[in-house]
């Protein structure tokens, strides 16, 4: 299994924190940001991680993070040039992937759950996590039939559809290279990762897991405060990094 961390994206929304830095290097409590994603990577198990950066701030994460080697692990570093969506990264890391399976986490996305196991215990298809959120206007939506199985995906939808939005972090077997090559743009101009598991999902091998504790994308002042406060009262002994 590889990890990839999607860390590019210029975050108008912050402004003007972000005027001279990465989002993701901002501090949630007394940590960097992309710390986050790094520790949900690590704890499973993962020891080979490509941090996708804008171009701009490509030194300071070098800076930062080194090679890896004081985490146990390696980084790899590439640019995304513009953010034209979550799928790219897939594109941009095709010869990292190479024959491995990936999971790809948001570079601002912070859980309170340890999801280590859902993660190692993944064989094929494709694996995502939903939470039920109060505004899943914002977020790609997974609707559940009487099951509780997975019938339909979309990205922020118009019209209320469910409850459940997707958080930034997925799983993939190697098929997502190829399915990402083969996707059109969006009305957005982006590559929408809802997209992939789209497919996925009409393959009947998107599975569904569940995030029970607090999920934050950490992408407006309201939400990084939220982070600031979870991170100080619940996650500092859960962190490995």
Do not use: H
Not at 216 to 223: L, V
Request: hydrophobic content about 40%.
């Amino acid at each position: 299994m590889r990890g990839i961390i999607l860390s590019g994206g210029s975050a108008t929304r912050l402004r003007p924190c972000t005027k001279v830095t990465s989002k993701q290097l901002l501090p949630v409590y007394n940590r960097p940001m992309i710390y986050y994603p790094l520790n949900t990577l690590i704890k499973a198990g993962i020891k080979e991680i490509l941090i996708i950066v804008a171009p701009e701030r490509a030194g300071d994460y070098l800076n930062l993070l080194g090679s890896g080697k004081e985490f146990g692990v390696r980084f790899t570093y590439e640019i995304q040039d513009k953010p034209t969506g979550i799928a790219e990264a897939f594109l941009i890391g095709e010869n990292f992937i190479d024959d491995e399976d990936v999971t790809l986490i948001l570079g601002d996305n912070i859980f309170e759950d340890d999801l280590s196991e859902d993660i190692k215990s993944f064989k094929k298809g494709a694996r995502v996590f939903a939470k039920k959120v109060s505004d899943p206007e914002r977020f790609g939506v997974v609707k559940f039939d009487e099951n509780m199985k997975a019938e339909k995906i979309v990205e922020k939808p118009k019209e209320w559809m469910s409850d459940y939005a997707v958080t930034g972090l997925y799983v993939y077997d190697n098929r997502v290279v190829q399915i990402s090559k083969d996707l059109k743009p969006s009305d957005r101009g982006e590559l929408e990762i809802t997209d992939i598991n789209k497919v996925y999902l009409e393959m009947g091998e998107l599975d569904v897991a569940m995030v029970n504790g607090e999920w934050i994308d950490a992408g407006t002042f309201d939400s990084l405060l939220r982070a600031q406060n979870l991170a100080k009262e619940k996650l500092q002994d859960k962190l490995v990094i």
